[in-house]
């Protein structure tokens, strides 16, 4: 193997540095984004009012859920849930 002067090890070692530090910010962006629960919740929201609504008919309680914002889904039917109780 050949012998490396030191200017090519600086240099190797300083274009190192640079990937780590682009590297470390590509993954602090990646972490602000998925530990951002208000974004998730936005993300999947029609996922979690299914979920929401499957849930509260398997565990047998005929509660109406509402979304974040207070707006009743019209897909949940409500005919029959108060004689239920």
Do not use: Y
């Not at 030191?6 to 530990?35: D, F, H, P, Y």
Request: one cysteine or more.
């Amino acid at each position: 193997m050949a012998q490396r002067s030191t200017a090519e090890i600086r240099s190797s070692i300083e274009a190192n540095r640079m990937e780590l530090a682009a590297s470390v910010e590509r993954l602090r962006g990646e972490v602000t984004r998925l530990t951002d629960w208000r974004g998730q919740l936005e993300r999947h929201r029609s996922e979690l009012m299914v979920g929401d609504s499957l849930g509260g008919r398997m565990t047998g309680k005929p509660e109406v859920s509402t979304s974040i914002d207070g707006f009743i889904p019209s897909h949940i039917p409500l005919i029959g849930l108060i004689d239920n109780c």
